[in-house]
């Protein structure tokens, strides 16, 4: 069956504009997680969605970072004003909770 | 001090060797722990979680956790190059990641 997809899969943007990452979860799956992937840095937690409300907003680094759920499932990314501090990986991953996470590929992002 | 510690390697090991992946933890509100593995350009797979101390087994694979140390180990044996990745482990009740360590085999 289908997996959890992410959109785009690269994103390459200037400093200072906004973009807006979007993840597609398994059918089904009720939990949502965003994590960001930086190099040497592991995984970092950003937010987690338990149907269309995110009751763990506490890894998102500013208020730039925002994200939203729909419907239970699809899940936007949104990051304003792009700094290249922002660049790296940024995985989201579903699952039945509680239960094991299932990753997409991830997009990568990098701010010029 | 980060509440998981992890050797980023890379560890470069012989097609067959055994190999033994390390974490630390420093908070001892404990819930699992949890092994992904992940493949190069893609997204971490759950390859095994244990809820306790002691072993869990399971093929090549054996994860150990260690509470009075707060020592988390996997092991594989007769390892292949298709291990080559990085294996991620977590601390399951705040979803704390560590960095990694990156694993290769080679033949």
């Known amino acids: 069956g289908a997996g959890v997809s992410q959109s785009p899969s690269n994103k390459v943007t200037e400093k200072g504009k906004d973009v807006e990452l979007r993840c597609d979860p398994i059918s089904g799956h009720t939990a949502l997680y965003w994590y960001r992937q930086s190099l040497g840095q592991g995984l970092e937690f950003l937010i987690y969605?338990?149907?269309?409300?995110?009751?763990?907003k506490s890894g998102l680094p500013s208020d730039r970072f925002s994200a939203e759920r729909t419907g239970g499932s699809v899940s936007t990314l949104t990051i304003q004003r792009t700094q290249q501090e922002d660049s790296a990986v940024y995985l989201c991953a579903s699952s039945l909770d509680p239960g094991e996470q299932f990753f997409g590929p991830g997009t990568r992002l990098t701010v010029l | 001090q980060k509440e998981v510690e992890q050797d980023p390697g890379p560890l470069s090991v012989p097609e067959g060797a055994i190999v033994s992946l390390n974490c630390t933890y420093s908070n001892s509100a404990f819930q699992y722990f949890m092994w992904y593995r992940q493949y190069s350009r893609k997204g971490p797979e759950l390859l095994m979680y244990?809820?306790?101390?002691g072993n869990k087994e399971d093929g090549r694979f054996t994860a150990q956790v260690d509470k009075s140390s707060k020592y988390i180990s996997l092991f594989i044996r007769d390892s292949q190059p298709s291990d080559s990745a990085t294996y991620l482990c977590v601390k399951t009740d705040k979803l704390i990641f560590g960095t990694g360590t990156r694993l290769q085999v080679f033949p």
């Open positions: 244990t809820y306790s101390s």
């Open positions: 969605f338990q149907g269309n409300s995110a009751p763990d």
